[in-house]
């Protein structure tokens, strides 16, 4: 751990945002973008990384510490060293995302004092129950045992909001809901990405997991035959890579499907593309959409996705929600190809955008 660094004299609240790791993923870049945003004149932001690794540092403001607490175990053992550098740096607020990280933070509540802590879901807490069903009834414990604790609980979605309510009947009157935050400006500074094949271009973006529902989405395109050319450019990494190469050998795909691997910029490839394709099983509130939209690409997503149908309910002419994979199939057979050398108009519900969040995030943070 790095030495400790010398307090400010003022009355800045000093926050200690706390991350698995700096892999990539949605909620990792949430976090990092509601701690850039931060207003320098009335907080001291800090990151505490638990895992070493991960490919998202460059993403942080240069005048933020971060920690690596160079953790080897279960996440939950990671609690005595995080209890050590808060007390450390004398920190007012502490948030977390993810509910591994989350109940983490909380258990050591008793232990904090006066220090504030404010958890963010993010994704659907049934995601967890189906994923892990041996480990289903002690994680419901943990929330039931531990969110209570947190001083402020964010989600991105009404659907995690409604899970808390009605699966797990929790009080609500700390919950509040905070929509995921999008640069316009930085997505927008790239161009797109050149087309090299004529037709239909799909793109797609998220670890290869079994969540995102890539191997169900790559069989259903099979026969899979819109009248002209096309391919399917998949952005990503992950423990799913060799299954899916085989599947898309298997189905006879090769010179369709493409797994492009990890894109620390995957916008220009959103912003060329004619349609963004979401088949994931579970979310929170998928960031790839809303980037997707902010470049001026359409969307066709699985309703099932968490919260897809905030966004579909916002931007209904812009996100097609269906019920099953071959309606996805269905879908992407109507649509038309765009290339383009420039991005398109925005399709972002304003809800969104990045400096109205953030006006929202201080308030819950004011409020704690």
Known sequence: METKLPRNIGHKRRILFVLPSLMPGGAERVMITLMNDLDSTQFEPELAIVYPGGTLRDLINTDIPVWDLNHKGHILFSAMKLLHLIRMQKIDIVISTMAPMNFTVLLLKPLLGKTKIIVREAITPSYLFQTHPRLAPLVRRFYRWLYPLADRIISPSNQIMQEFSQDLKMDMKRHAWLPNPVNLEKIRALSPTTRT?????FVSGG??????????????????????????????????????????????????????????????????????????????????????????????????????????????????????????????????????????????????????????????????
Not at 197 to 201: A, M, S, T, V
Not at 299 to 314: N, P, S, T
Request: with cysteine; proline share 9%.
């Open 197 to 201: 094949q004529p037709g239909l271009w």
């Open 207 to 368: 670890r290869l997991h079994p969540q995102k529902g890539y191997d169900r989405l790559i069989p259903a395109l099979k026969d899979f035959n819109p009248g002209m050319p096309w391919t399917l450019t998949i952005l990503g990494e992950g423990p799913e890579r060799a299954n899916l190469e085989a599947l898309i050998v298997d189905n006879g795909l090769g010179q369709k499907i493409f797994l492009a691997g990890h894109v620390q910029t995957p916008w220009s490839y959103y912003a060329a593309a004619d349609t963004f394709l979401l088949p994931s099983r579970w979310e929170g509130l998928p960031n790839v959409v809303l980037e997707s939209l902010a470049c001026g690409t359409p969307v066709i997503a699985m309703k099932e996705a968490g919260g897809i149908e905030d966004i579909a309910k916002l931007a209904p002419q812009s996100v097609t929600t269906v019920p099953d994979i071959n309606a996805m199939i269905t879908a992407m057979a109507q649509v038309a190809p765009a290339p383009t050398q420039d991005f398109r108009q925005s399709l972002l519900p304003a809800a969104f955008n990045r400096h109205d969040v953030h006006k929202r995030f201080t308030e819950i943070i004011l409020s704690s």
